[in-house]
């Protein structure tokens, strides 16, 4: 099962240019967290500071219960050894074919047999529909299949933590619908914990269990993705329509004058790129495991979780939730968490104090979040084992 990640008061610099400051939040165990924001926001130094190849100046990052910011090098090593790692590229080595790519952990964590590492490699390249291809080098295959590989060997370990960078990049809007469910169907397999960096905004609002985004060097929200997803901040609301209007800016912030400009632009009838309000409003249902696979039961956690701190959250995200909670029932017989709505949490929980930070802007970092089978065939189907 996943373990639970906290960052407590999170501040990085390098030199005098500040990345991101006080960032707090906790990314629950066994659960889909996704976190947005425009480039240049730090969000990739983000997952390397989580890993210890960067470190904040300030604040806690909490793993399993240790802080890996107080710990020995080799505490740090060995608590590297729960996390698997998707980097934009892939990362592979260029000399190794990609059975020995995706061997490379086990043989340098492990003592494992070779025996034993051909059984485990194989299951992987498997799981990401890549058998077969496991004698190409790197430079011989496409780009979403080194993306894939990368996965392979992210998973080698088993790990209780994935960190998946830009899982988008290099990949046009089918493969990354596909790598997306290959990543809940392995939630739902092993229960781990992923927290997924990604620019991509059907990724984010289908996908994840929580949502959070930076901006401006600050965490202008994290918690369950229905808060993000009905959200009102102007930041917010601006980058998940993919619109002009609103602060963001092509290098930085933009000043109140050309706000004011580009808002007399949109009223006079210019277009502002965006998509119609109906493509972007309210919240999708959120992405399933594949049929015949287990029950994710990170959602179930969630569940529970959200109930609890469902009558702190603004009434929109409160209604989506339910109106979701509702959808499943009915369609599959289970009983939810529906069932502990309204009436049944005291608005005074010490829950709901956590979930209404959450529904604040950028000056109080969120803290909603804080708690309590794949389908290679259909992979090879549409990727194939050639170039693309």
Request: with cysteine; proline share 7%; hydrophobic share 35%.
């Amino acid at each position: 099962m996943g373990v639970e990640v906290s960052v407590e008061g999170l501040t990085k610099s390098f030199g005098s240019q500040k990345i991101w400051e006080d960032v707090s939040f906790t990314l629950p165990e066994g659960e889909v967290s996704a976190l947005l924001g425009p480039s240049g926001t730090g969000k990739s130094v983000f997952l390397k500071s989580l890993i210890g190849l960067l470190r904040p100046e300030r604040g806690k990052i909490i793993i399993d219960g240790t802080d890996i910011l107080q710990c020995t090098a080799k505490e740090l090593y060995e608590i590297r050894k729960l996390f698997g790692v998707l980097f934009q590229d892939g990362a592979l080595f260029g000399s190794m074919d990609l059975y020995d790519n995706v061997a490379f952990p086990l043989r340098e964590h492990t003592r494992k047999p070779e025996s034993e590492i051909s059984d485990i490699v194989m299951e992987k390249l498997e799981l990401t529909g890549l058998t077969g291809a496991e004698g190409k080098l790197p430079g011989e295959i496409s780009g979403g299949m080194r993306k894939r590989a990368g996965l392979a060997r992210a998973l080698v370990l088993d790990p209780e933590i994935i960190l998946v960078d830009e899982p988008d990049s290099g990949l046009d809007p089918v493969r990354t619908t596909y790598l997306a469910q290959l990543l809940i169907d392995i939630n739902a397999q092993i229960d781990a914990t992923i927290l997924i960096v990604t620019h991509n905004i059907n990724l984010a609002r289908t996908v994840p269990d929580n949502l959070g985004m930076l901006y401006r060097k600050n965490l202008v929200m994290f918690g369950p993705r229905e808060v993000l997803l009905t959200s009102e901040e102007p930041s917010v609301r601006q980058f998940l329509r993919g619109s002009k209007l609103g602060p963001i800016g092509m290098s930085e912030e933009k000043d109140d004058a050309q706000m004011r400009q580009e808002q007399a632009h949109a009223e006079a009838g210019h277009n502002d790129g965006s998509p119609g309000e109906d493509e972007v409003k309210g919240v999708p249902p959120q992405m399933q495991p594949t049929p015949g696979s287990p029950q994710r039961q990170g959602e179930l956690r969630r569940e529970k979780r959200v109930a609890e701190m469902l009558d702190a959250l603004p009434p929109e995200a409160r209604e989506a939730i339910r109106t979701e909670w509702a959808a499943r029932g009915h369609g599959n017989g289970r009983s939810t968490a529906a069932a502990h709505t309204q009436d049944s949490v005291p608005a005074e929980s010490a829950h709901a104090d956590s979930a209404t930070t959450a529904a604040e802007p950028a000056t109080t970092p969120a803290h909603a979040a804080t708690p309590g089978g794949a389908s290679p065939s259909g992979l090879d189907d549409h990727y194939g084992s050639g170039q693309h």
